[in-house]
C-alpha cells in the first residue's frame, strides 16, 4: 500500500461539504491499494468514490455527518451482506435529495451499518411501498471496512 503525506488545511479544503477541518497536529495521509482512502491519526476516514470523497464507517462511529435512513432490526442482516436498502425496511428517514450520500443507522442503537446513494428524495421515500429505496456502497464487514485494520 502506498501512503502519502497530506497537509491537514489541503484535506480540509477537500472535506468543506462535510463542514470537518483537522489541525495541524492531525497526521492526514493518503493511502493507495484497491481503494483511495483518507487516514486521518491512522484512521481510515473517507474514501474516494467516483470522484467523490465520502466519510468511511469507521469515521461515521464517532460522529454522523451525513444525513441518515433508520432501518428495522430485520432489515440488518440483509444489509451488513451488502444488499441494497429495500423500502419495506425502512423506519424513519432524515430530509436528503435524490443521489445524496448518506447513513443507513439500526433503529435499536442508532449505530451507523452502511453507506449509501438515495435512488430516490426523502419526500418520494417516504409515499414509496416496496423496492429499492438505496443504493449500498460500503457496509459493515465489506473490503473497505477491513481495509487499514
Known sequence: MKKTRLKAKEVSKWLSKYNVAFSKKDI??????D?????????????KNKEEWIPT????????ILKKVTVDMGAIKFVVNGADIMR???VAVEDFDQNDVIVIVDETHG???AIGVALLSSEEMEKQVSGKSVKNIHYVGDDLWKFGR
Not at 481503494?35 to 474514501?47: G, H, T
Not at 464507517?57 to 454522523?64: D, E, K, M, R, S
Open 111 to 113: 449505530k451507523a451499518i
Open 88 to 90: 419495506p425496511g425502512i
Open 57 to 64: 464507517l469507521q469515521y461515521l462511529q464517532t460522529v454522523i
Open 28 to 33: 492526514c495521509e493518503l493511502w493507495v491499494d
Open 35 to 47: 481503494y483511495e482512502v483518507l487516514a486521518v491519526n491512522n484512521k481510515p476516514s473517507f474514501f
